[in-house]
Each structure stands twice: as C-alpha cells, then as structure tokens.
C-alpha cells in the first residue's frame, strides 16, 4: 500500500533559527501515529508543515501520492483536517456557527449552508458529545468544550487526515479517555489516518501504535511505545529522570523521578 | 442549532431594502422647504418652482449619501474581518487619509492633466477618483508591508502601523495646506470635512458602480471572512487562499474607498459604527453582514445627510458632525446593553 502521507528530507525554520532538518516519515492509510518532543522540538511545525500552513524551506510532502503544494487551499481541506493547540475567534460566534466552518470548503461561491452541512455539522458534534453548547459562544466555553467543538469542526471536513496538535492537553482525565478512544473508534470504523501531537508519554501509549519521537527538529527514534519509550532515551532526549514502568511490555507508561528527599531509590 | 438560514438572510436585508427604499423618498422630499407628497408629485411636472430643486439638487445628493455610506460600511466590517480588529476602519487606518492625499497630489502637481475631462457624449469622467483609489491602495500596500511578522500579517502591527500611517498622512496634507494659496486651502477642506453636496449624475452614477463592484467583489469572500476571524492559520486550514483573498478584498476596499473619498472627501465615523451596530444585532456571519451593512450605511448615512441639510438652515452642518452626533450615543447604548451579557470581542492574536 502507498503511504497516505510522505515526508522526505523536510526542513523549515523561523527566520534564522531552525525548527526542523531532515525529517523523513511515511504513513501508511488508516494509521495512528504520535508525534512526541520536548518543547519547542518541531511537533506543531511538523503539523503545519503536513497541513500546508507552512512551506517547507526545502524537502518534499505528498499526500495521497501527490505533491503538497498541487492541491488547491480548498480540496485540501477536504482531505487533511487539523485541530489546532488553540482556536480563538476575534469576534464571537456560536458553537454550531464554528463547526459549520468546516463546511466551507465544499460550499458554491456565495453559498450557505445545505441541509447536508447541517446534518454533517450535527452529527459530528453528536459524536464529540458537543451537541448541547451548539447555541453558546465559543469564547464562553471551557477549554475542554472548546478543544472538542474545534475536534467536531475537524470531523465535519470528512477529511481522510487528521492532524491534531497537542488536542486533550488542556482537558480533564476524563474528556481526554473520551476524545482519545473516539479517535481510535474514528480510526477503525472510517479508516481515518490520525497523526497527532502530544505531550503525555502515557496517552500516546496507550492509544498510538507507532511513535516519533523528536530532538531539537530531528527524528530521535521511532517505532512501538515500547521501542521508544525508555527511561534511558526520555533523559537523553528531555534531561529529566523518569521510571518506566512495564518497560518491555506493549503500552509502557511513564512515571516522573523527583529529585526530592522522598526518592527513596 | 442557531444559524444563518437562507429566510434570515432574505428577511432581514429585505426590511433594510425597504427602510432604504423609504430614506431615499423621505430624504428626497425632506429639506429647507418641505414638501408635502402631493406637492413633490406635481413637483415632477416641469413647470413647479420645485422641480429643480427636486432633481438636480436633492435627488443626487440623497442617492450619493447613500452610496457613499453604504461603500463605508462595507468596507469598515471586511478591515475589520481582515485585521480581526474591532478598531479598524478605512479612516483610522490612513486608507481614507491616502485617498485624499492621492487626490490632492494630482490636482496640485499634475493640474493640466487633472482639469481636463475624458468626454464620454455629454458626460464627464474625471481622474479625481483614480488618483484617490491610487492613494487608497498604495497606502493599503505600505501599511501591510511594515505588518508582516515571519511572513505572516499581525493584525496588531497592522493597525499600529495604519494608525501611525494616518497620522503621518494628515501631517502631510496640513503641510500642503499651508503652502497652498487661499483659494486652493478652500478646496482642500472640502476633502478634509466631507461634503455630499453634488450636481452631477453622472459622477453619482459612477461612485455606485463602483461601489456596487466592490460589494460584489467582497460578497464572493463572505464566508472566507468568517474564517478569517478564527486567524489566518485556521483560515488556510479550512481551505481559504489567504493570501489571495486578502489582496482581492484590500484591492475592493481600495476601489471603494477611494471612488467615495473623491467624490465626497473625507467622511468619518460611519465605517467603524454600522459594522458594529450590526454585529450587535445580528451576529458575525459576513454572509449576512455584508448586504445587511451596505443597506444601513446608507440607511444611515442618508438619514444623517438629511439632517445635516435641515437642522440649521439655510447653514448646513458637516456629515461628519450629525453621524457622530447621532451615532456615538446608539453605539453606547448597544455596547453597555449587549455588553453586560457576553463579551463581545476578544484580542486577536
């Protein structure tokens, strides 16, 4: 099967300050992959270089076997969605006013909104569990809401990608199990190839099957969690002292050593 | 799930159609020397002592009000839209500042050229509003180039630099001002206050075509300017040309801007409030808002008109006077009576 997604020799920087060098990555149809660094190691630049809002500074992405650049704003849009670390609308809107934007893209010049859009738009945030807060504002939302409305506008896009940057890091255990596993019942049910940024070694365990791991705008390593996650590789890579717990096991998690008195080992 | 339906859009900007209907023959028949309905209507035979008042003076002017105000609202709600700022506007950021100065430029440094008249049958046009949408949309160009921040436009920067872009232009246009001769500064008041004062239908007639162009041409953007409110990243993610669009709709309010300026000078106020007004009302879909505020600018804008002809007569009071006078209280009012049940802007970043 050819990859959904092919990075190759992608390098990008902010003026002069590089924020990522020679990544290459292919991703197959209908997979998960988390992409996981220390801050500022490149994850939401490798999102933003995969969703087209930055041009690579050299290298080259295709999706479904095309070059990025060759699609069009719109139809890429109908294929790569992206849920941002951070939605803020400088005029208010409601709710089902946002997740209908992600019908723009397949609205006629000068159009509204079809009873298809309305369906679409509904359904997604029936799954996001977003139904209710349809006539509030976004801004009056909590960020947890806010994070799963934006998560909704995505799925309305019918997107074959999703591109997620950092999405449950602002939400409670529970909104982030469920947005979790709803992505994984995405992913089998619709075939939906998910790749996601994120911070927590421990959700991107239990819930990716495949890895990256990021360095100071490089590839560290990739693979299984239990191939990437080692207490060993963690301090290498972030400087900080972590057990690992079920080290060799499928879906190893990750626990903080403190450095204080109560370190007994 | 509250959100715009096809009857909304019609039922709303269909009653504005109507009150702009109304404010046209209203605004007609109002003046120094009233007329009843059924004196206008004999007024149209040739032989009433009214009837030139009637068609060559009221009528232009009414219709060029509302044109005029209808060009300045649009173009206040798509900066807004554009910059994600509430404060911005064609006056505020120098735009209306540059047209005029275009304008002026050309009449003083180019005056062979300029008071000559391209002879279209007995029509006139004149180069007044190109220069002005020259001026308009070289200043659209120069404040977007001192905004952009890694390529990206700030929106913050955007209106510093307009800001600052307006300040120096009135700086230029008084330093023009006093280096001209009496009787070219009286002319270049005419710019700096406003005045819909017109005679000629043919120059009316052009300022709606050309503001009819750029409506047009803003309309096709609507929804892009909905995303665009969610920032030029998430725009470009939900498949909107950024870049594209935002030089089509800066080019459209160049175009209107500067078609007006000419015509009308410099005309305040109106473009930062309809916008806002409306936004109150009838929330932040550009679909919507976009025929609902070229309606009620001139909506506004002839009413405003009207009073500025009327309240001291035979004196007439500057536009500008009667739509701040009119239109900064309402604006209050709106903003405390909405304002205490939601926030309604929020900093763009």
């Keep these: 099967m050819s990859p959904v997604v092919e990075i190759r020799d992608v ?32 994850k939401s630049t490798l999102i933003k270089i995969l969703s087209r809002t930055l041009e690579p500074a050299a290298g080259e992405v295709r999706v479904l076997g095309r070059p990025l650049p060759s699609f069009a704003r719109c139809e890429l849009s109908r294929k790569v969605a992206v849920v941002p670390q951070e939605t803020q609308a400088s005029f208010p ?37 977003t139904l209710e807060l349809a006539d509030r504002y976004l801004h009056e939302l909590s960020s947890g809401e806010k994070q799963r409305v934006i998560l909704a506008r995505a799925l309305a896009q019918e997107a074959e990608i999703l591109l997620l940057d950092e999405p449950t890091s602002f939400l409670d255990i529970r909104h982030q199990i469920e947005i979790h596993e709803l992505l994984v019942r995405l992913n089998r049910q619709k075939g939906l190839t998910i790749v996601a940024a994120l911070h927590d070694f421990n959700l991107a365990s239990l819930y990716f099957p495949r890895l990256v791991l990021l360095e ?24 900080a002292r972590v057990r690992v717990l079920g080290e060799l096991g499928e879906r190893p998690q990750v626990l903080p050593l403190p450095k204080g008195p109560e370190q007994a080992d | 799930m509250r959100t715009l339906s096809r009857s909304k859009l019609v039922g709303i900007n269909g009653a504005l159609l109507l009150c702009l209907l109304v404010t046209a023959v209203a605004a007609t028949l109002t003046g120094p020397a009233p007329l009843s309905l059924k004196e206008s209507w004999s007024a149209l035979a040739t032989e009433h002592p009214y009837h030139q008042v009637l068609l060559r003076v009221r009528l232009p002017r009414v219709l060029l009000a509302i ?25 505020i950021l120098g735009v209306s ?12 440094f180019f005056p062979a050229l300029f008071a000559t008249r391209l002879k279209l049958g007995a029509a006139e046009i004149s180069p007044v509003p190109l220069a002005a949408f020259a001026g308009a949309l070289l200043s659209m160009v120069l404040i977007q180039r001192f905004a952009l921040v890694h390529g990206r436009l700030h929106p913050y920067h955007l209106l510093l630099s307009g800001v600052i872009f307006n300040t120096f232009v009135s700086a230029l246009i008084m330093f023009l001002n006093s280096v001209l001769d009496f009787y070219q500064a009286q002319s270049l008041l005419f710019w700096l206050m406003g005045s819909l004062s017109t005679t000629s239908y043919f120059s009316v007639a052009l300022t709606w075509l050309y503001v009819l162009l750029g409506f047009v041409w803003k309309y096709r953007h609507g929804v892009s300017l909905n995303l665009l409110s969610l920032g030029e990243e998430s725009a470009l993610q939900l498949g909107v040309e950024v870049n594209r669009v935002r030089r089509h709709l800066f080019i459209a309010c160049s175009l209107v801007v500067g078609a007006i300026v000419a015509v009308s000078g410099m005309i305040g106020f109106v473009g930062l409030m309809v916008p806002h007004v409306l936004r109150l009302l009838l929330g932040n879909d550009h679909r919507l808002l976009l025929p609902a505020s070229f309606l009620a600018g001139g909506i506004f804008l002839g009413w405003a008109d009207t009073l500025a002809r009327v309240v001291l007569a035979p004196v007439e009071l500057p536009v500008g006077v009667v739509t701040a006078f009119f239109g900064a209280p309402f604006f209050f009012f709106l903003l405390y009576h909405e304002g205490r049940k939601r926030v309604l802007y929020e900093p763009g970043r």
């Design chain 1, 216 to 239: 100071s705008g490089r590839i560290s390593s990739q693979g299984a969690p239990a191939e990437v996650l080692t207490a060993e590789r963690i301090r290498a890579v972030y400087g």
């Design chain 1, 11 to 42: 390098a990008f920087a902010y003026g002069r300050r590089a924020a990522l060098s020679g990544i290459s990555l292919a991703i197959q149809p209908g997979e998960r992959v988390a992409v996981l660094g220390p801050n500022g190691s490149g």
């Design chain 1, 93 to 129: 809107y409601t709710a089902a006013e946002i997740v209908l934007m992600g019908r723009a893209s397949y609205l006629p010049a000068f159009g509204l909104d079809g009873a298809r859009d309305r369906e679409i738009a509904r359904d997604s945030m029936r799954l996001t569990g």
């Design chain 2, 97 to 108: 500042g540059g047209a005029s100065l275009g304008g002026i430029a050309g009449l003083m």
């Design chain 2, 67 to 91: 044109i005029v105000g209808a060009g300045l609202a649009t173009s206040g709600l798509v900066l807004q839209a554009l910059l994600r700022n509430p404060l911005a506007c064609a006056h």
